[in-house]
């Protein structure tokens, strides 16, 4: 087996659809709309046997100084090593398989770069490679809607949201997109209207919408009020077997319109029979969870893994973090 860049992007892109753990956010179209609003350089590395693609990563590097880092890019929910889909009687053959490709992997990364930040898809299940290879690792956690029929869908939540949404249809109205600088402003509020800090800048979050409109690629729905104000919006990407609820902006005092849980409900219906399921991307803050889990989908993990390359770098990393809090770096 051998590890090398890979440029053609429509192998890769063959790969990650007939990969189990690929997702929209492995393809080459996201890690170079993800690259260039993180001011990164997008890469792919690939794990060959022979002339055979078997596994591989999206990732973006950044230079710091003397180190470089890779990492699964802002605003990415999932990255991480995928592999080619299993094949062969025993499951443990191809279990032993997979492991190859992941140390071989590994090696490389740890060759190549200074530190390491890899979020993987829920499917990725088998982290034992990377935990043996010294890298730490965390678990989170998202929802899953399984789309192939949504009356069980509306039978299995909670009934709070059912009250909720009935409001809703009532009295709010579905609508199309509004353009990158309005949902950017949306999305400001969640946190500002709180007296908090996003986490991601609206900058950052306007140009990869951007990008994924002129692509084609984004699904943005919004909830306007009976004075045609909107009051929520969400933006949907999907690949062939799943739809993800990627990124939201709201009015945090028009809350208990429902307004939020309408979307959500809205994607349920209009995916169902054309995306598998709905990942709701994200439970891992106590309110979200709460909200998310009213509507009766299946909690599943994900794991984060992460490694630096010597105390150092750790020491280096850590140190730029904490600057970036004070400083426009």
């Known amino acids: 087996m051998t590890v090398r860049r890979i440029e053609d992007e429509s192998e890769w892109d063959a790969f990650v659809a007939d ?14 709309m993800a690259a260039a609003a993180q ?66 992997l590994l090696s490389c990364i740890a060759d190549m770069y200074s530190y390491a930040f890899l979020v993987h898809s829920p499917e990725f299940t088998d982290i034992r490679p990377f935990t043996w290879a010294g890298w730490t690792e965390a678990v989170r956690y998202t929802y899953l809607l399984e789309l192939n029929d949504p009356g069980r869908i509306w039978d299995l939540m909670e009934r709070r949201v059912r009250t909720v949404l009935r409001k809703a249809e009532s009295t709010l109205e579905l609508g199309g997109a509004v353009d990158p600088e309005h949902f950017g402003e949306l999305y400001e509020r969640i946190y500002l209207d709180r007296g ?22 984004a699904d943005m729905r919004t909830v306007r009020d009976s004075s045609g104000d909107v009051i929520s919006s969400m933006v949907l990407v999907s690949d062939a077997r ?18 939020f849980s309408l979307l959500f409900w809205d994607a349920v219906r209009r995916y169902s029979g054309t995306c598998a399921s709905l990942d ?23 794991y984060v893994t992460e ?23």
């Open 19 to 32: 990969s189990p753990q690929g997702t929209f956010f492995s393809t080459s179209l996201w890690i170079k």
């Open 242 to 259: 799943t739809v993800y609820a990627w990124i939201s902006g709201s009015l945090p005092d028009r809350n208990s319109t429902g307004a």
């Open 280 to 302: 709701m991307v994200g439970a891992n803050i106590p309110s979200i969870s709460f909200f998310k889990k009213g509507f009766g989908g299946q909690l599943r993990p994900y």
């Open 196 to 217: 908090k800090k996003p986490p991601i800048g609206s900058a950052t979050v306007r140009t990869v919408l951007g990008s994924l409109i002129d692509a084609g690629a």
């Open 307 to 329: 490694r630096y390359g010597s105390l150092f770098s750790r020491v280096a990393f850590g140190l730029y973090g904490g600057l970036r809090k004070v400083l426009p770096l």
């Open 39 to 104: 001011g990164a350089h997008p890469c792919i590395l690939g794990v060959f046997e022979d002339d055979r693609l078997v596994a591989g990563l999206t990732c973006v590097e950044i230079k710091r100084g003397p180190f470089t880092k890779m990492t699964t890019p802002v605003l990415t929910p999932y990255g991480g090593l995928i592999y080619r889909p299993v094949s062969g009687k025993r499951y443990s053959e191809g279990e032993s398989f997979n492991h190859a490709c992941a140390d071989i």
